[in-house]
């Protein structure tokens, strides 16, 4: 199991450094005048200047180098020089991220937290009323786009439950609307899936034998079926991980909250290089975490599935 | 001859399928006794499923008793309150199986009273919980056992049913065993329930041949010190040959010969019962073909006239189209549904293949 771990970890790193790489020698393909926003009004002098302080004439070997050997020996993510001018990229992030980590973990723990029991309680009463009902729901979510319920969210949640429109991290309840609104998709989707695979579970032959055996339906439900059916609910969890800090451009700027939301793409049509390379280096790196996490937690599930085993190595 | 703990009269199944009713037991009359092995035969789709989940209360959602009652003996006056229960003509007080509605009624009988081996045992363990917990699962539900009384009882158990080194499957999972491990597991958790009945829906139909011997002979064993009433659903008469009592042929939803396991054998009466006996592949002869019952059972959806069984029958008779026989006595314990046994009907004689089971005699009761 270490040993398995310890070569998982290994071959992470070696996939963010193929990452970081490929994305470092992408962004330098992309035409110069962009790096310059008055690129019409410059001299050759000033460009020449210009491409030169951004280390961009140097060969590409020698830039992966420097990168690589600022990022491992310092820990310096570089100096963005466009999306704000000449702060070291490290400065920015930092206050963004954790913002959009809270935000997100928050609303994975609620969606848990009403998701599952949804699914549980819809296959639990499938074909009655509930079931319905949370077909309904799930079905309105998936189709409606998700901008829509979030401006009803938030035009109703301000002037019904008086909860301030604008998000300020002090503020508790000012963290409510955006919170609920991220979450409803995960919602339909837990329940969706749950609702799905327990209602597979409860028609194999264990739990007739179960039933056999004289255990009631909600021992059933909740001891047998449960279980089994989250084993494979355990896939979704790298994406929802990585949701987290990738954050959401929508919400973030609805409630003008100061997190992640839309930075990567903001920062790709600025063509800000450091700041790309970092952002896709946090994002690679949450990723694969995720990616850890979900086999993980698939491997203390289901005991068919193992790390160490001959062909169980993946 | 025992007391019954098992009484059946007159049970009607239907199902219902997209507005149509499918007649799947036309009127069962059976006794079981307490401490026998009944074997149920017949082939695919005679009912004999259906007819078994009915005494545990798990007949599929569309499925509904229309008719009829399953009488069951053994609760003695737990079921006094209860509006199933009853006591009969002679004074036993019983419990109508057929007229519990609550599920939490089922749960008192499952299990405890009435157990079941499902036919597959490769998939009816569940695969996340350790052999130790699914065994001491029926243990807590039914004797209220819990921690190390449990495990001791569970490891009792898994001794009892031939599994080596008990403490260390204990704690493996499904499937880490082998089939035949699997199916003594499932039976292992049959017998924590320790019930009364003990239903085994072909119990060996998934296992080889070695495998099936070394199973049939731990039921036997299992039978005599548990003191359990047992019914075998199969369509291998090598098994009922081995281990059953008594006999029920089953065909097209009803039973037409019932009797013990040697009258069935060697003294058939009915025209399917003979026609079963000689697919025996025992009875072929070098050279020849096997013999096989020619077309197919009766649809259930229409209303059947007459015997089912006459379509197919060479010996039918002209009444056999228009009215169902009803049972003829042969012996006190022996009884066939067919107009053949009529005093008016004509003498026929059963295929004489079915002699050399006489002489076979040793392999039927081996």
Redesign the interface.
């Known amino acids: 199991m270490l040993q398995y771990l310890g070569k998982r970890v290994l071959r992470s790193i070696l996939t963010l450094f193929i990452i970081l790489c490929v994305v470092f020698i992408l962004v330098r393909q992309m035409p110069i005048e962009g790096y310059f926003p008055n690129y019409q009004k410059m001299t050759e002098e000033q460009l020449k200047n210009g491409i030169h302080q951004m280390g961009l004439d140097q060969p590409m070997i020698v830039q992966l180098y420097g990168f690589f050997k600022n990022l491992i020996l310092h820990g310096d993510l570089g100096t963005s020089r466009i999306y704000r001018n000449n702060v070291p990229v490290a400065e920015i992030l930092a206050p963004k991220i954790p913002i959009s980590v809270r935000l997100g973990a928050l609303s994975i723990l609620f969606s848990m937290l009403v998701g599952l029991p949804m699914g549980t309680l819809m296959a639990k009463y499938k074909g009655r009323f509930f079931d319905h009902l949370g077909t309904g729901f799930i079905v309105l979510i998936q189709a409606v786009p998700a901008a829509v319920y979030y401006l009803v969210i938030q035009l109703y949640g301000t002037e019904l439950l008086h909860i301030p429109m604008l998000f300020k991290v002090n503020n508790p309840v000012s963290w409510v609307l955006p919170v609920f609104s991220m979450s409803l998709g995960n919602i339909a989707y837990y329940a969706m899936w749950l609702r799905r695979y327990m209602v597979d579970e409860s028609n194999?032959?264990?739990v007739?034998?179960?039933?056999?055996?004289?255990?009631?339906?909600n021992r059933i439900m909740f001891?047998?079926v449960f279980?089994?059916a989250f084993?494979p609910m355990a896939q979704y969890l790298p994406t929802s991980f990585l949701n987290t800090v990738i954050g959401s451009i929508y919400i973030e700027s609805l409630y003008s909250i100061p997190g992640m939301g839309g930075l990567l793409v903001d920062v790709i049509k600025k063509q800000d290089n450091a700041m790309i390379q970092a952002i896709v280096l946090l994002f690679a790196t949450v990723g694969i975490i995720g990616l850890l996490l979900g086999d993980l937690m698939m491997v203390l599930?289901?005991?068919?599935i193992s790390f160490t085993k001959k062909g169980g190595d993946r | 001859m025992n007391r019954t703990i098992l009484s059946v009269r007159g049970l009607h199944v239907c199902f219902f399928l997209r507005g149509r009713t499918l007649h799947a037991l036309r009127g069962i009359d059976l006794d079981v006794y307490e401490g026998e092995s009944l074997a149920i035969v017949g082939e695919s789709g005679s009912g004999k499923s259906v007819l078994n989940k009915n005494f545990?209360g798990?007949l599929d959602q569309n499925g509904r008793i229309t008719e009829g009652s399953i009488r069951y003996y053994g609760m003695y006056d737990k079921m006094k309150h209860n509006p199933a229960g009853g006591t009969d003509e002679e004074g036993r007080p019983y419990c109508d199986l057929a007229k519990i509605a609550r599920?939490?009624d089922w749960?008192r009988i499952?299990?405890?009273e009435i157990?079941?081996i499902?036919q597959?045992p490769m998939?009816?363990?569940?695969?996340?919980?350790t052999i130790g917990w699914q065994i001491s699962?029926?243990l807590m539900?039914?004797h209220g056992m819990k921690g190390q009384m449990a495990k001791d009882e569970t490891l009792h158990i898994l001794e009892e049913v031939r599994i080596d080194h008990p403490e260390k499957r204990y704690h493996q999972?499904p499937?880490e065993l082998s089939g035949g491990m699997r199916q003594r597991i499932?039976i292992a958790?049959a017998i924590a329930?320790q019930p009364k009945i003990l239903i085994c829906d072909e119990p060996t139909t998934a296992l080889d041949v070695t495998i099936q011997a070394q199973v049939l002979e731990l039921l036997k064993e299992l039978k005599s010190k548990y003191n359990l009433t047992i019914i075998f659903i199969t369509h291998d008469l090598g098994v009922v040959a081995s281990i059953a009592d008594r006999v029920a042929v089953m065909y097209a939803g009803d039973i037409v010969e019932i009797g013990m396991a040697e009258e069935i054998f060697y003294e058939p009466r009915h025209p399917y019962t003979w026609a079963l006996l000689s697919s025996l592949p025992q009875l072929g002869q070098r050279g020849e073909e096997l013999y096989a019952i020619k077309g197919t059972p009766p649809n259930l959806f229409t209303e059947i006239q007459g015997d089912a069984f006459a379509a197919r029958n060479p010996h039918a008779l002209k009444i056999d189209h228009l009215e169902q026989p009803p049972y003829f006595d042969v012996s006190p314990t022996h009884r066939a549904r067919t107009w053949l046994l009529d005093e008016r009907a004509p003498k026929v004689e059963p295929p004489p293949a079915l002699k050399k089971l006489r002489t076979l005699g040793g392999a039927v009761h081996d």
């Open positions: 194999k032959d264990y007739t034998l179960a039933r056999i055996k004289g255990a009631g339906e001891r047998h279980r089994n084993v599930l289901d005991p068919r | 545990i798990l599920r939490e749960l499952r299990g405890s157990c079941m499902p597959d998939t009816s363990l569940n695969p996340l919980k699962e029926a539900l039914h999972y499937h499932v958790i329930c």
